[in-house]
């Protein structure tokens, strides 16, 4: 599948676009749950990022020696990236296992941060997949692989606006834009795309949060704990000033284990938002035509084709 393109509709002078790539969603059911029926029956719901191009082809990510993924700790960055020619992974967890309904526009934000910043696919396929484990109070316990959800195309765009058109003094702000390319309407059910609020097309505010502790002020998300915070460098940190919350510009905030942001509804319909026409390549409804399946392979039987059809498993 490809990486789908954007029709400028509106000629919107005001829509920069900082990156594009192909975004992937799974979600994972509660330990012992072998199958899932509901949002209830759910312990996590991942997003995975692959920028493919942008404003810079480089991008800067935090070294892995300075934060090897398991630590989780964050990092310096350190570690240039090609993103045109090397595969970068970004997987993101959400905090409320769900996507912020699009349909109650600047409603409630979801927050979520960036759990694994990878240039090795096997660390996000390893990261998704299944696990035994020995607990001293419960016994044996068994945490089921993550089941691929949805996927398509996104890009973050900078948005500069002005509520006044007499007000010549803009303010800006990023979005995160996607469209699906699987599973494709209408053939598809959509049972857990609906029940995690994973539209067709959406676009979102996003806020990056400020790591700082004296900058934390009050919020509604307890966030991490410390020491998971990301540990942006200093041309990245010093861009909040004492701001808690800053644009995803440049989008290399997301480059950094444990980045916290939030998610803000801002519509379903793109076109209508912001002037641009998402466009998919040709549609297609078999697995075999699934980057995500391609990619990062199914961890149960009938996964693969329960993402073209929309279905639980």
């Not at 299944?130 to 996104?154: S, V």
């Not at 795309?193 to 900058?215: T, W």
């Not at 002037?275 to 391609?294: P, Y």
């Amino acid at each position: 599948m490809g990486r789908g393109k954007e029709l400028d509709t509106k000629s919107p002078p005001d829509i920069e676009i900082q990156e594009s790539g192909e975004i992937y969603f799974f979600y994972r059911p509660k330990v012992e749950k072998e199958e899932a029926h509901s949002s209830d029956d759910i312990q996590r719901m991942y997003i995975v990022l692959r920028p493919e191009s942008g404003e810079r082809p480089v991008e800067v990510k935090q070294d892995v020696n300075d934060s090897p993924p398991k630590t989780a700790e964050g990092g310096h960055g350190a570690q240039e990236v090609n993103i045109e020619k090397q595969p970068l992974m970004r997987l993101i967890v959400m905090g409320r296992k769900s996507l912020p309904d699009p349909s109650k526009k600047r409603g409630r934000p979801s927050w979520g941060f960036v759990e694994l910043v990878t240039t090795n696919i096997q660390d996000v396929k390893d990261a998704l997949k299944g696990e035994e484990y020995d607990t001293k109070t419960r016994g044996h316990r068994h945490k089921p692989p993550a089941r691929p959800l949805a996927e398509g195309f996104y890009r973050i765009l900078r948005h500069h606006h002005t509520k006044d058109k007499k007000d010549d003094n803009k303010k800006m702000h990023t979005h995160l834009i996607y469209k699906l390319e699987l599973p494709s309407e209408p053939e598809s059910e959509n049972q857990p795309q609906e029940a995690l609020n994973v539209e067709n097309e959406a676009s979102f505010l996003i806020q990056i949060k400020n790591p700082d502790p004296n900058q934390q002020g009050r919020t509604e998300f307890t966030g991490l704990k410390r020491k998971r915070r990301a540990a942006f460098p200093a041309h990245l940190q010093a861009q909040f000033g004492k701001l808690r919350y800053h644009p995803a510009d440049p989008p290399d905030f997301l480059n950094y284990e444990g980045c916290e942001f939030l998610l803000i509804a801002a519509s379903s319909d793109v076109q209508e938002e912001l002037g641009l026409d998402l466009e998919t390549e040709e549609a297609h409804d078999h697995a075999s035509c699934s980057d995500l399946v391609n990619t990062f392979g199914v961890g149960e039987r009938g996964s693969a084709d329960a993402l073209p059809k929309g279905v639980w498993v």
